[in-house]
């Protein structure tokens, strides 16, 4: 899947979130990025053993206070050659789609709308044992 499809299916999710949350998106930016640095892998513990799809950077809505203004957007950024590759392992695994062009391209709208929203979750201030919860 070339780079403009992927972003497409990004703007995709977040345009799909339901009024209520994406009417409380306040000053942040969704970006797609290739891949998270070594440096970045090393940061948080995943270097050699795991993987990142997305990261949220910023002040968490739950965070702000009445001194929160004039400060660059948060971002959102979700990272494409991960989720390509957990798409890749989800559409191999017992699919119902008649062919595994279709197999793929569900797996990759699957996983990338997972992974906004569980950033968007961080943004509004939710934790990664939060998220877990809704998740599972």
Known sequence: MDAERFEELVD????????E???RLDNVDVVVEARPS??????????GRG????LYEGVPQSRR???YGAVLPDRIVIYREPVLAEA??????????PDASE???QAVRDVVRTTVL??????FGLSEEDLRRYED
């Not at 569980?118 to 943004?123: L, P, V």
Request: hydrophobic share 40%.
């Open 12 to 19: 995709e999710a977040v345009e799909s979130l339901p009024p």
């Open 21 to 23: 949350f994406a009417e």
């Open 38 to 47: 070594r440096r970045l892998l090393r940061k948080m513990g995943l270097a």
């Open 51 to 54: 993987t990142l799809l997305g």
């Open 65 to 67: 206070d009445h001194a």
């Open 88 to 97: 890749a392992e989800r559409a191999t695994e017992g699919n119902d789609a």
């Open 103 to 105: 197999a793929f391209d």
């Open 118 to 123: 569980h950033e968007i979750g961080h943004h």
